[in-house]
């Protein structure tokens, strides 16, 4: 049921981009702004173009129920790293009326078939610590922390 997100589908890439970020904007108002999205119409239309940014979409009769945005990485060239290739998981929404009928656990799966039949080594991901949901949906699929992001804020908003 997983497909490439073509450009048809911008719109609803927007209204669930904005769902998505309003999650974190509830959790991190200091970081995130309300009702905004990551991309613009302009800047999905040249994502859908790029073969290194791969995005799969979970369609249903009237729009989308969830999305996958996915960037390849490639540490051939790193100096302390060994050479391998990477599917970044940037990001993933299921529509909150669609939550908990497996539209997650099928792009999730879906992503990460498209990686290992690509020749990645690994698919990575970030989750903000404000999102337990998310980083118990991934530790159920199978995943495991690899690094951990720290800050210390130094000024008022």
């Known amino acids: ?5 073509e450009m048809k589908d911008i719109p609803e890439l927007m ?25 613009t119409q302009e800047e999905l ?12 979409v979970f369609p249903a009769e009237n729009g989308i129920l969830g999305y996958a945005f ?4 490639d540490h051939r ?19 909150e009326a669609a939550r908990g009928r497996g539209v997650g656990k099928a792009l999730y799966e879906h992503v990460r078939a498209y ?10 991901l970030n989750v903000w610590s404000l999102n337990q949901s998310a980083a118990g949906f ?9 690094k951990v992001g720290m800050e210390a804020i130094l000024a008022e908003r």
Do not use: I, S
């Open 115 to 124: 990686a290992k039949e690509n020749g990645a080594y690994n698919l990575t």
């Open 138 to 146: 991934y530790e159920a699929m199978g995943m495991k922390p690899y």
């Open 70 to 73: 996915c960037v390849w990485e």
């Open 15 to 39: 209204r669930l981009l904005v769902q998505v970020n309003d999650v974190h904007a509830c959790g991190r108002p200091d970081l995130f702004r309300w009702n905004a999205t990551k991309y």
């Open 77 to 95: 060239a790193d100096h302390n790293q060994v050479d391998r290739r990477t599917l970044y998981l940037d990001d993933l929404c299921v529509d």
């Open 1 to 5: 049921m997983v497909k490439r997100a």
């Open 45 to 56: 239309e040249a994502l859908l173009a790029d073969e290194t940014r791969p995005v799969f």
